[in-house]
């Protein structure tokens, strides 16, 4: 495995720490690093679970104010006009 790992990153970029389930877990340092090993680990079908970076998630927000009779898909489309991508619209009457 560490063959596999420095010839994807250098090795003051991750470090590894083996678990007691048989598995081993791989923090990386940098953004960079993440993507290239992520893209190497998928391209050779190697099974593993990660995290979202923090960078990439999605968030929730919260307008207030708006009046009960706006349609969802009115609201969602004013937000894409802004450059957002919207997976979800509620509009709560209470």
Known sequence: MASYLTATLEEDQYYCKALTDESIKINVS???SYRRLIKRLHAD???HHTYQPRGERAYRLVLRHLHHSIHPDTIKGELEDLGHTVHNVLNIRH
Do not use: A, L
Request: hydrophobic share 35%; proline share 0%.
């Open 30 to 32: 940098t953004s960079d």
């Open 45 to 47: 079908n190697v099974i």
